[in-house]
């Protein structure tokens, strides 16, 4: 399978998908806001009230909430999700800090276009607690996953990975906060290397198309 290259007659239209702060998005934000890039913000939508919607307004990009809370069921809220991106017609899906577990349907429709940041080295430690399960482990080494999004639970194709070492007076919190600084930098290049080159798949093995030397 091959995903082709997105920006070649303008900048890739970008959805991104929040739950809180939204540092990650402002990450995007900024890149995209950035002369000649690959990247447009299009819209920006939450599951809730928070306070990384700001950022989108901060930066005229249209943000929408799709308060989980307020339906009746997960089919539901699914449904509206899902109407709510296809109406940005976007190219690609960004997670950033997204804490809902997406329905079937999204990843089908943009199937290979759904990209997700995730704070630990998968396949280690999948699921809403990255850091808090590696320092329960011991490990010496955690990080930051950009993958993209399947049917499963932080279990699609790996983009990129970075290193983050975990300290021994480290708490969930502060192995988090340093996480998220290479996380910002990692997502965005990522996006961008997706947007303008692409990426090829070998069974589960995923190969950004960068240009060889």
Same mark, same amino acid.
């Not at 002369?35 to 989108?56: K, M, N, T, Y």
């Not at 809902?100 to 998968?122: F, Q």
């Not at 993209?148 to 919190?173: E, W």
């Given at each position: ?67 989980? %809370?307020?339906?009746?069921? /997960? @089919?539901?809220?699914?449904?509206? $999700?899902?109407?709510? +991106?296809?109406?940005? &017609?976007?190219? !690609? ?69 970075? %290193?983050?070492?975990?300290? /021994? @007076?480290?708490?969930?919190?502060? $192995?988090?906060?340093? +996480?998220?600084?290479? &996380?910002?930098? !990692? ?27």
């Amino acid at each position: 399978m091959s995903f082709p290259a997105l920006a070649t007659a303008g900048p890739a239209r970008v959805v991104v998908l929040i739950s809180g702060s939204g540092s990650n998005l402002l990450a995007l934000l900024e890149a995209a806001r950035s002369e000649g890039s690959p990247l447009e913000i299009v819209a920006v939508v939450a599951d809730r009230d928070c306070s990384g919607l700001q950022h989108a307004l901060d930066y005229g990009v249209p943000t929408h909430v799709i308060n989980f %809370a307020d339906f009746a069921s /997960r @089919d539901a809220w699914d449904a509206s $999700l899902l109407t709510c +991106i296809t109406a940005a &017609e976007p190219d !690609l899906i960004v997670c950033a800090g997204f804490m809902r577990v997406i329905g079937p349907e999204l990843p089908e429709l943009y199937r290979g276009a759904i990209i997700n940041t995730h704070p630990a080295l998968l396949p280690a430690f999948p699921g809403a607690h990255g850091a808090r399960d590696a320092l329960t482990h011991g490990v010496k080494v955690s990080g930051v996953t950009v993958h993209v999004v399947d049917a499963g639970l932080d279990t699609g194709p790996i983009l990129a990975q970075a %290193a983050v070492p975990v300290l /021994r @007076d480290d708490t969930p919190d502060t $192995l988090q906060e340093r +996480i998220k600084g290479v &996380e910002r930098e !990692l997502l965005v290049n990522t996006v961008a290397a997706v947007a303008v080159h692409g990426y090829s798949l070998e069974g589960r093995v995923a190969h950004l198309n960068l240009p060889t030397a």
